[in-house]
């Protein structure tokens, strides 16, 4: 027994003594940085070029996030015939019409409306997904998640683990609109993701830009986990962005890397992506100061080599989200890139997010971090 | 959507046909008796009370008055959100006037109040002006909730106004412990917690009526059918659409929700119920001109010609004043009436747009009550010394 712990003891601290062994860095940021490619000089919707993304070869058109969510949706139920898409007012097109046309095509069997009851929405997804089918529910609002949230905590994460294997839930998509979105008030602009971060078992995933939707959302879908997708719905009309048509996936857990930088490392995910691009361009205009954007893409499981490699290349790290900043998922990275990077960094990780007080409506302007809080930050970092 | 105009319809006609009117006196004086045949009420494990209610003209008028602002105000809120000045979710009560105007009739201020988002018209039937209500749409200081709260979350504590939720069914446990407080405080008084036929599929109240009944708390639950939850009719979304009955043990009422005479009489003798043997599942049966929303059209998930119906036959406004009409009503004075009530509520949305936006620290003001050793984070993670400061006095 002893001797079993010691020898756990023993592999942690030889772990921990590799990681920090900056011999290897050099060797796993080359392949990294080789494998994603950067972009976005002029337009501030980045456009991605992941080569591991498998293309089908298709041509691709100029589509907004919602119809890219409807295409993956459309592909989903065309390519696994157990798939439904049920939710609140789902049948019409949605209340962000991305469900549009879905129920004249494959019938009312398949996508269906729902009662007004978030907790029997999820339940009821985690049963049928336990079945084998896949089940893509719908909570018209993030802010409306929290009636399921038992299910999703206890009863969607917990379902294999608990069952030895036997069981399990990983047809199970939950698919919600998040964010910020200009007049949303307390209850239609919360970003809830972190509250989901801290559950094993679930996985977390946030698309930036339509073409990233489309794919992560058919990864999410065929993960064999349950995935909660979070959509930035302020994206949904406004981001428009070139989109393979046809069938392909983004994977999970993989973040990407926007635009190259030397200076700064700033991390995040979801509509707040594009500030960072917005504030990085600015940045670089106006101060000479070279960042490295990165969207981390999944939140859970979050793409730790990547945000590692960056920071060991610019020494400086920034996260920013629109949650409040007390325990938002920023501290995670914030924490676990301290730990990794700590005798690299030359300045202490800042996260720029939320404030600590309900989502305002009148106040939202100062509440959100936005660009211009951003320039300030990037500014006193690099003195 | 055919079969449901068709109910519609049906319970329509069979209000006119019954609708006789008799008088006490020749000459309708302002206090005289006037004795009105409602819409029978249906009933679920209890007793329907009588569908002969007595009124007066000035009570008519009071309704009619109060009816009338509501409608102005929410068709002002409409057309400033369309200029653009209301921003955010506004959801109006317009149609649905007389199940407030007969609930409010019936109950008193010191009984407890909570609805859901559809809580204009509730802040002025407790006490608040209409134009607190417009500089709340506008998001300015002067508004029922300082301009904090917007559209959905209106409160007036003096008048046991408790919101304004934004959250579906939430505010329903909510009415529970509302009313349990009066009843352990041996108040007269009452608890209405008011939901929408949407929001009657939510587990939390099933919960709610589950701990009243045991408890005996003298709650009224009220589902306000207006037939759609957002997009779906009713037919859609509720297995049995009979929400009176849906209290299982809990007994029901089910009322013309369009009629206020008739909602003051189901509502009077909910109360009487209420405090004497527990809760009681009241029905209003009504219906609101405008979609869900402002962001709503209203018209995708019902026809037009259902909506004209509706405005045409059973009207509340209309329907109380054809009987201060056909009772004596001098037309005159309901027209001057009219115009004073517009005159009241565009000069409220004239002091709104005047009015001041609530300065930036209010923004970490009432987080948290004594905030000592508490300390509100700001964008760049910097501390900021939160403020409990009720009265927003600087």
Not at chain 1, 201 to 228: C, H, Q, T, Y
Request: hydrophobic share 40%.
């Amino acid at each position: 027994m002893m001797s079993s712990v010691q020898g756990l003891f023993s592999i942690r601290l030889q772990t921990a003594i590799f990681s920090t062994n900056y011999k290897y860095i050099p060797a796993v940021f080359a392949s990294v940085a080789g494998r994603f490619i950067h972009h976005s000089p002029e337009c501030s919707f980045a456009t991605n070029l992941d080569s591991d993304a498998k293309d089908t070869g298709n041509p691709s058109r100029k589509i907004n996030l919602c119809n890219a969510v409807n295409d993956a949706l459309n592909i989903a139920l065309d390519t696994n015939p157990t798939a439904c898409v049920f939710g609140e007012d789902v049948g019409f097109g949605g209340v962000f019409r991305c469900t549009v046309g879905l129920m004249e095509r494959y019938g009312r069997e398949r996508v269906f409306n729902t009662p007004l009851c978030e907790q029997g929405i999820v339940g009821f997804g985690i049963g049928l997904a336990a079945m084998g089918h896949t089940a893509i529910a719908e909570i018209q609002f993030a802010d409306y998640i929290f009636p399921a949230f038992d299910q999703l905590v206890n009863e969607a994460a917990k379902y294999r683990y608990r069952s030895g294997g036997t069981f399990d839930c990983g047809g199970l998509t939950v698919r919600s609109p998040y964010g910020a979105v200009g007049h949303g008030g307390h209850y239609h602009s919360q970003s809830p993701e972190a509250f989901f971060t801290h559950v094993p078992g679930l996985k977390v995933v946030i698309p930036s830009s339509p073409r990233e939707a489309k794919g992560l959302l058919l990864a999410a879908i065929r993960d064999p986990n349950p995935v909660i997708f979070f959509e930035p719905k302020m994206l949904y009309r406004t981001s428009v962005e070139e989109v393979p048509e046809g069938d392909f996936e983004i994977p999970l857990g993989r973040a990407r890397i926007l635009r190259e930088g030397s200076d700064i490392t700033l991390v995040g995910w979801g509509q707040q992506v594009l500030v960072l691009e917005q504030a990085a361009k600015m940045v670089k205009d106006k101060l000479r100061i070279s960042c490295e954007v990165i969207d981390v893409r999944t939140l859970q499981p979050w793409d730790v080599l990547t945000v590692e490699a960056s920071v060991n290349k610019t020494g400086r790290l920034l996260v920013s989200h629109e949650a409040p900043i007390t325990s938002g998922f920023g501290a995670e990275i914030v924490a676990t890139i301290s730990k990794r990077c700590f005798l690299r960094l030359e300045a202490p990780p800042l996260r720029v997010c939320g404030m600590d007080t309900p989502f305002p409506l009148v106040y939202e302007d100062m509440y959100m971090p936005s660009v211009q809080r951003w320039q300030n930050y990037c500014r006193s970092r690099q003195s | 959507m055919i079969a449901l105009s068709a109910a519609l319809r049906a319970s329509q006609a069979a209000c006119t046909s019954s609708n006789a009117i008799f008088r006490t006196m020749s000459a309708a004086a302002a206090s005289d008796k006037i004795l009105i045949e409602v819409q029978p009420f249906s009933a679920h494990k209890i007793e329907a009370p009588s569908n002969k209610v007595e009124t007066t003209l000035s009570e008519l008028r009071a309704h009619y008055l109060f009816m009338y602002r509501m409608r102005r105000m929410e068709i002002a809120a409409d057309m400033m959100y369309k200029a653009k000045l209301i921003r955010g979710f506004c959801h109006l009560y317009d149609g649905q006037e007389a199940v407030l105007t007969g609930i409010e009739a019936a109950l008193t201020k010191q009984d407890s109040i909570v609805t859901s988002y559809r809580d204009h018209c509730h802040h002025i039937s407790r006490g608040g002006t209409i134009e607190e209500v417009m500089a709340e749409l506008f998001g300015r200081s002067t508004g029922a909730t300082k301009g904090l709260g917007g559209s959905m979350h209106m409160y007036n504590r003096k008048a046991n106004f408790y919101g304004g939720n934004g959250i579906v069914g939430a505010q329903i446990p909510l009415g529970a412990g509302l009313a349990f407080a009066h009843k352990y405080r041996k108040e007269p008084n009452v608890a209405i917690t008011m939901y929408g036929d949407g929001a009657a599929n939510q587990g939390q109240k099933y919960e709610a009526l589950n701990m009243a009944a045991l408890w005996n708390i003298p709650i009224i639950f009220v589902c306000e059918n207006n037939h759609y939850g957002m997009g779906t009719a009713e037919w859609r979304h509720a297995k049995n659409s009979s929400f009176y009955t849906r209290g299982d043990f809990v007994p029901g009422l089910k009322a013309d929700g369009m009629d206020v005479l008739a909602v003051k009489q189901v509502v009077s003798y909910a109360k009487k119920y209420a405090l004497e043997h527990g809760p009681i599942i009241l029905e209003l049966d009504t219906y609101r001109y405008h979609g869900h929303s402002m962001s709503d059209p209203g018209s995708t998930y019902r026809s037009r010609d259902e909506i004209n119906a509706m405005r045409t036959e059973r009207d509340p406004i209309e329907r109380v004043k054809k009987l201060l009409l056909a009772n004596g009503f001098d037309a005159a004075e309901l027209k001057k009436m009219d115009k004073e009530v517009k005159k009241e509520v565009d000069d409220a949305v004239e002091k709104a747009k005047a009015a001041p936006i609530p300065p930036d620290h209010w923004l970490w003001k009432n987080v948290y009550a004594a905030p000592a050793n508490t300390e509100l984070r700001k964008v760049d993670g910097g501390y900021n010394t939160p403020d409990y400061d009720p009265e927003y006095k600087n």
